[in-house]
């Protein structure tokens, strides 16, 4: 049973315009939310992260949007350029299990088209 | 090196093998963690490390798998009697400290094995 939940494998945008992707977690007990962005052949880099206890985190074009009564978060791109175009994977861990593991989801996969 | 170091980059391996694939984590970097990510799926927790022990292994599929980090930096993950179904792409992360990794661990680029 996946926790973590990416259920749009691929999005295209137009580059200039907002990204939106979203995501969605069974898992009650998950207290901090990451993005990761990874290209082809390479390992996934961090992005952006939320903590439960807030509900908006944003860093320079990219903000994450957590909605915990609906278990819900998403990420978005403002503006998009080419550059962003990658696969874009949701994380979560719980902070209180003390195995510090995430659970991902299956990616989303972003292209910007210029 | 800055990043999470991974070698090697590809390893195709015979049904029945035995394989190791190694990790160097950014240097004073306590906690190291390995994933794998099969096609089409997002990286799946495997093992982490906290110093030199194995804080949580609960993610290792079955005991063909076992990893080691002797000195508290480098980690190597072993694999016993290697299968098809163990062809996926293995990752390795490291944070400064296990509750660093809530708000970022760095991933090295991986290692894609092969089984044929």
């Known amino acids: 049973d996946q926790q973590v939940k990416q259920n749009s494998p691929s999005l295209s945008v137009q580059e200039g315009r907002i990204s939106i992707l979203n995501c969605d977690y069974t898992?009650?007990?998950?207290?901090?939310f990451l993005w990761y962005k990874k290209y082809p052949a390479e390992g996934p880099t961090f992005l952006i992260s939320?903590?439960?206890?807030?509900d908006k985190n944003e860093d320079g074009r990219f903000t994450v949007f957590l909605n915990k009564s609906a278990k819900h978060l998403s990420l978005h791109i403002v503006p998009s350029q080419p550059g962003d175009s990658a696969v874009y994977f949701c994380?979560?861990?719980?902070?209180?299990?003390?195995?510090?593991?995430?659970?991902f989801g299956k990616g989303t996969k972003l292209s910007v088209i210029p | 090196g800055a990043g999470v170091s991974q070698t090697p980059s590809n390893k195709v391996t015979e049904k029945g093998k035995y394989v190791e694939l190694r990790c160097d984590p950014i240097?004073?970097?306590?906690?190291l963690y390995w994933y794998r990510q099969s096609l089409g799926q997002g990286p799946e927790f495997l093992i982490y490390?906290?110093?030199?022990?194995?804080?949580?292994d609960s993610g290792l599929p079955n005991d063909r798998f076992f990893a080691v980090r002797p000195e508290g930096s480098v980690s190597t993950l072993k694999i016993q009697r290697t299968e098809r179904g163990d062809s996926a792409v293995y990752l390795c992360?490291?944070?400064?400290?296990?509750?660093?990794?809530?708000?970022?661990?760095?991933f090295g680029q991986g290692t894609r094995l092969t089984v044929v």
């Open positions: 992360a490291s944070s400064l400290t296990p509750d660093r990794v809530n708000t970022e661990a760095f």
């Open positions: 898992n009650s007990m998950f207290d901090y």
């Open positions: 939320i903590s439960s206890i807030k």
């Open positions: 994380a979560a861990t719980h902070s209180g299990a003390g195995s510090y593991q995430l659970t």
């Open positions: 240097s004073g970097h306590t906690a």
């Open positions: 490390f906290q110093g030199t022990g194995a804080a949580d």
